[in-house]
T-cell receptor, first 116, second 108 residues
Framework: KAGVTQTPRYLIKTRGQQVTLSCSPI?????VSWYQQTPGQGLQFLFE???????NKGNFPGRFSGRQFSNSRSEMNVSTLELGDSALYLC???????????????FGPGTRLTVL | QKEVEQDPGPLSVPEGAIVSLNCTYS??????FMWYRQYSRKGPELLMY????GNKEDGRFTAQVDKSSKYISLFIRDSQPSDSATYLC????????FGTGTSLTVIP
């Protein structure tokens, strides 16, 4: 079974631009979560989508948004990029939601975003 | 208080040593615990998961959960240089909660 795929793998943008990242979950998985990982902060939860509905949201500004499509693929958008948005953005998929019994997450390789 | 707190390390051990990685958690409402391994510039890879308390063994790796002390541990026996990575503990809940990671270096 193919794993979680993320595109693009690397991205360089300038301040003020916007960016869209894409994630394809493992086949059959309906939950997709997004995380931001930086050396100082570790993994920080952005949001979780399940069956096209945002189920949970972390403590990030409204510049960070996401959506999930009917085939469970998900996109994350960051508008008005700031230097501090430079990070590894990770997508993770799970068969069920985070509070459900027996569900764990499987991560993609991440998109490394650099904001200049 | 964070849902999951992890010893930050870094940890450096000689090849063949037994490694102990530790986390604590605060909310007992959800009981699935996970360990991930992350190599530099890669996404985290699920190593093991356990439910509730007790031990789970997989090769050289043993995951242990102590509900009474809210303690999560990962033991690595006969550590190898290829085990050098950052290890993240996690648990489920309203979202998945992750520790900040412990960097491990196994010296040949």
């Amino acid at each position: 079974k193919a794993g979680v795929t993320q595109t693009p793998r690397y991205l360089i943008k300038t301040r003020g631009q916007q960016v869209t990242l894409s994630c394809s979950p493992i086949s059959g998985h309906r939950s997709v979560s997004w995380y931001q990982q930086t050396p100082g902060q570790g993994l920080q939860f952005l949001f979780e989508y399940f069956s096209e509905t945002q189920r949970n949201k972390g403590n990030f500004p409204g510049r960070f948004s996401g959506r999930q499509f009917s085939n469970s693929r998900s996109e994350m958008n960051v508008s008005t990029l700031e230097l501090g948005d430079s990070a590894l953005y990770l997508c993770a998929s799970s068969p069920g939601t985070s509070g459900g019994a027996g569900y764990t997450q499987y991560f993609g390789p991440g998109t490394r975003l650099t904001v200049l | 208080q964070k849902e999951v707190e992890q010893d930050p390390g870094p940890l450096s051990v000689p090849e063949g040593a037994i490694v102990s990685l530790n986390c604590t958690y605060s909310n007992s409402a959800f009981q699935y615990f996970m360990w991930y391994r992350q190599y530099s510039r890669k996404g985290p890879e699920l190593l093991m998961y356990t439910y509730s308390s007790g031990n789970k063994e997989d090769g050289r790796f043993t995951a242990q959960v102590d509900k009474s002390s809210k303690y999560i541990s990962l033991f690595i026996r006969d550590s190898q240089p290829s085990d050098s990575a950052t290890y993240l503990c996690a648990k489920n809940g309203n979202q998945f909660y992750f520790g900040t990671g412990t960097s491990l270096t196994v010296i040949p």
